[in-house]
């Protein structure tokens, strides 16, 4: 008794037009191109989340003359926001496509920033990290979605929203 039934295999593929050794450079030079455009961004916005992590509290106990809860709430402002924002994110890129939702987020990371870096009162400080979590997940999720997109596997669409409208293997009772 089996519980899952296989996908019907695929009524052509890339070997039917190129040989078997130049479908793997065109697979090669597809992996790259994706892992480039996914991950270069990642890193570059990564690295610059990392570098203000040990500085925030830094910048809110000694110029903004903030009390210890509050620099523990403008420390974890990134990962509260991150929270709010995931479920909606991921409804607002359903809605608009990951092109939008990247730009989003990065614009959203962008006004962040300068808005704690300029920020004259711990509440704006909080408020700029909690807007950064926000943009942070908004762009993680566009990347994700973009990589779901990317990657055609029929066991992947299990994943998605639209795969439970029958693109998945069904269940046999």
Same mark, same amino acid.
């Given at each position: 008794?089996?519980? &899952?039934?296989?996908?019907?295999?695929?009524?052509?593929?890339?070997?039917?037009?190129?040989?078997?050794?130049?479908?793997?450079? &065109?697979?090669?030079?597809?992996?790259?191109? *994706?892992?480039?455009?996914?991950?270069?961004?990642?890193?570059?916005?990564?690295?610059?989340?990392?570098?203000?992590?040990?500085?925030?509290?830094? &910048?809110?106990?000694?110029?903004?003359?903030?009390?210890?809860?509050?620099?523990?709430?403008?420390?974890?402002?990134?990962?509260?926001?991150?929270? &709010?924002?995931?479920?909606?994110?991921? *409804?607002?890129?359903?809605?608009?496509?990951?092109?939008?939702?990247?730009?989003?987020?990065?614009?959203?990371?962008?006004?962040?920033?300068?808005?704690?870096?300029?920020?004259?009162?711990?509440? *704006?400080?909080? *408020?700029?990290?909690?807007?950064?979590?926000?943009?942070?997940? !908004?762009? !993680?999720?566009?990347?994700?979605?973009?990589?779901?997109?990317?990657?055609?596997?029929?066991?992947?669409?299990?994943?998605?929203?639209?795969?439970?409208?029958?693109?998945?293997?069904?269940?046999?009772?």
């Amino acid at each position: 008794m089996t519980f &899952f039934s296989p996908p019907d295999p695929p009524t052509h593929s890339i070997s039917m037009f190129f040989s078997a050794m130049e479908a793997a450079a &065109f697979s090669r030079r597809a992996a790259v191109g *994706l892992a480039v455009a996914i991950y270069g961004p990642t890193i570059v916005v990564f690295v610059a989340r990392s570098i203000c992590v040990p500085v925030l509290p830094l &910048f809110a106990r000694q110029t903004l003359g903030a009390s210890d809860s509050l620099v523990g709430l403008s420390a974890s402002g990134q990962g509260l926001g991150s929270i &709010f924002a995931s479920a909606g994110s991921g *409804l607002f890129i359903g809605h608009c496509g990951y092109e939008v939702g990247l730009n989003t987020g990065v614009a959203a990371m962008m006004v962040a920033s300068c808005l704690a870096g300029l920020a004259q009162h711990v509440g *704006l400080l909080v *408020l700029g990290q909690v807007l950064y979590g926000c943009g942070w997940s !908004t762009f !993680t999720v566009s990347l994700q979605t973009r990589l779901r997109q990317a990657i055609d596997h029929p066991y992947l669409v299990l994943h998605s929203a639209r795969g439970m409208e029958g693109d998945a293997p069904t269940a046999r009772a």
